[in-house]
């Protein structure tokens, strides 16, 4: 094996050590190019992103109409009937004492606590309804009937 001497490694400790200050940051050139992409990142990215909150609100009134129809099947099937519109969804989790009062209403209800559409606001029943036995609505997000995109209604009809 041949001895390493001072010859196999050219240079002073001080010369090496400027060598390697002088690689070790980014100039300004890299820290542009890697901003630019970084902007070009977010242009792309963030309108899709922004998006995606008003979809998410929909899926979830969609899902709570799902739960909110399965619900009320079921009390249909205990009951004999529908609650009524004055009953409203309050009868899937706390008996009724307005008349049709129910015979064979389960202990402990249909539903632990009837949700509000994702905008804060109940969602609308109609028993009998226009388009079903009942009828379920949110208005989205401006709260009025129609309108599209944030602001369409959710109803349950649009999945029968």
Known sequence: MAAVSK????GTRAQKKRALRRD???TLIELMVVVVILALLAVVIVPRVIDRPDQARAARAQADIAAITA???LYRL????LPSTDQGLAALATRPTAAPVPQNWAQGGYLERVPDDPWGRPYLYLSPGVHGDFD???????GRS????????ITSWQGR
């Open 136 to 142: 379920l609505v949110s208005y989205g997000a401006d």
């Open 24 to 26: 070790a940051g980014l």
């Open 7 to 10: 010859a196999d490694f050219p």
């Open 146 to 153: 129609g309108g599209s995109g944030a602001d369409a209604d």
């Open 78 to 81: 205990d009951t004999g009937s």
């Open 71 to 73: 619900a009320l099947n």
